[in-house]
């Protein structure tokens, strides 16, 4: 061609048409490698004397390249709208459960607060109140953090990170103190201290809700 070789009007397509396919056809191989071509911007590289089906065949090749990023791109769209409508359903969801939990039990807990309890029982109102106030921000890390921590495991760490002593957290929790420790030995095999000098009090504090 006069004035321009084949590899700078490659370069210049794209910015006429950046979504063009380009199949570049020569008969001087030696001086253009294919790796040449592709980093000018073509799409293939066929050589003279070519025969229909290459031709066809390279074309056909394009044609489901093409097809195939439509599909993701329908993809990608398809799944940002399904993840918008989960966010929005769980937030639905979690403002329910808080509705739910001020109107159907708080006011129970104040009933029992104002009736004649013992010190335990005291102990125990004042764990669940503060624990459905905060609708336990502390125990929906663990658990989704460490998948595998059963909920009475779950009900220890809680108490251990308010400072519960074991026998506070055998009477509390209506379990033996060799429970307890079970319990507290399983913590720190499945929260990786087992190993570890760590005091288990202060990992349970250490982790950010």
Known sequence: MEGMDGLQLLKEIPRI?????TIIMTGFTRDSTYSDV?????SDFISKPFQLPELKAKIERLNRERKMQRELRDLNTA???LLERGEKEREKISAQVVSNVKELIFPHLDKLKNSRLNAE???LVEIVESGL???SPFMKNLSAQHTQISSMEIQVANLIKAGKRNKEISALLGVSLNTVMTYRYRLRTKLGLKRENANLRSYLKSIEF
């Open 17 to 21: 048409d950046p979504g063009l396919d």
């Open 38 to 42: 592709i980093e000018a911007g073509a």
């Open 79 to 81: 799944l940002g709208v």
């Open 121 to 123: 029982q005291k102990d």
């Open 133 to 135: 106030s905060k609708i």
